[in-house]
């Protein structure tokens, strides 16, 4: 099954556009803001919170940088305007950040002070680790002028630990996830259980902190220890919030929104819907297969588990 997914992932750049979009539609909102806006408020009529991610991560030349920016504006402003449930989060590959770091923290400056106008909250995405420490470093900076930005962490690298102790310091609000990106064992956890661990170590030391945690993942396993450990904690819904892709795991969901507990739901959107469609494929050839069930079935798959 692992070599025909890999096939499956080769032969992608044939599939047509169409098929792709069909099959893409229930991870991302649509190409423009206000599917995405519709998105957010179907959600949070179901309970839900929601962050809005604008699409176009790794830019090759700095001019792509500015419709990402003003695109975030357009977001917080229809936010407020709406009185919807949401914040933001930013990739700062979107922003320049691999081609010039200093330029990367002009323009996300300019979309934190937006966010601060309309009292909203940035998260920083955590992106591959050729770009870790520098996200850390610019998360830190601004958080000093800034509370109401955020960070996150993936509980596969290795130096994970030691990054929570760094912003546990300054009562980071923190997103938890295991990562997505391809990594080599030297610097990744690579089994499923040790993973596992690293979450909940995670989540521990950050609780121990006083920090807001998010809890990111659809793994049944990671939602019941963390369960148990809010339980044990005695922690109040102001405390930790679940984080959820869109489109994955909507029973899990549901059930954790009737349960009383704050769930968000990310919500990525943007012209740039295809390469972000094509690129998870690419990361996680596991699920390629869903692809080809799509095209016999025309069915829509789910994303992999965080």
């Known amino acids: ?28 909102a649509g190409e423009s803001l206000e599917e995405a806006l519709a998105t957010v408020r179907d959600l949070n009529r179901e309970g839900c919170m929601a962050t809005l991610d604008v699409l176009g991560e790794d830019i090759t030349r700095r001019e792509e940088t500015e419709q990402t920016v003003l695109e975030y504006r357009r977001a917080l402003e229809e936010i407020g305007a709406r009185g919807l449930d949401s914040n933001i989060s930013v990739k700062l590959t979107a922003l320049g950040l691999k081609l010039d770091p200093e330029f990367c923290r002009a323009q996300f400056d300019r979309i934190v002070e937006w966010a601060r106008r309309f009292d909203n909250f940035v998260r920083i995405d955590m992106e591959d680790s050729s770009v870790t420490e520098e996200t850390i470093r610019i998360f830190l900076e601004f958080h000093r002028r800034y509370e109401k930005v955020g960070l996150v962490l993936q509980a596969y690298l290795r130096r994970s630990v030691e990054d929570a102790r760094r912003v546990a310091a300054v009562g980071a609000n923190v997103r938890v996830c295991k990562g997505i990106y391809v990594e080599p064992p030297s610097i990744a956890f690579q ?116």
Not at 207 to 218: P, S
Not at 273 to 290: F, H, T
Request: charged share 25%; hydrophobic share 40%; net charge positive.
């Open 191 to 306: 089994g499923r259980e040790e993973i596992r661990r690293s979450y909940m170590e995670l989540v521990e030391l950050l609780f121990d902190a006083g920090c807001y945690v998010g809890i990111a993942t659809h793994d049944v396993a990671l939602v019941e220890r963390s369960l148990a450990t809010i339980a044990r904690r005695g922690l109040t819904r102001g405390q930790y919030e679940f984080q959820m892709l869109l489109g994955v795991a909507g029973d899990l969901r549901r059930r954790l929104v009737g349960q009383g507990h704050r769930l968000r739901v990310y919500v990525p959107y943007g012209e740039a819907w295809y390469a972000y469609s094509v690129r998870r494929l690419k990361e996680n050839p596991a699920i390629a297969g869903y692809v080809l069930a799509g095209l016999l079935r025309r069915e829509k798959p789910p994303v992999r588990t965080q």
């Open 1 to 28: 099954m692992r070599a025909l997914n890999a096939l499956i992932v080769r032969t992608l750049p044939l599939v047509p556009k169409p098929i792709v979009r069909t099959i893409a539609s229930r991870y991302v």
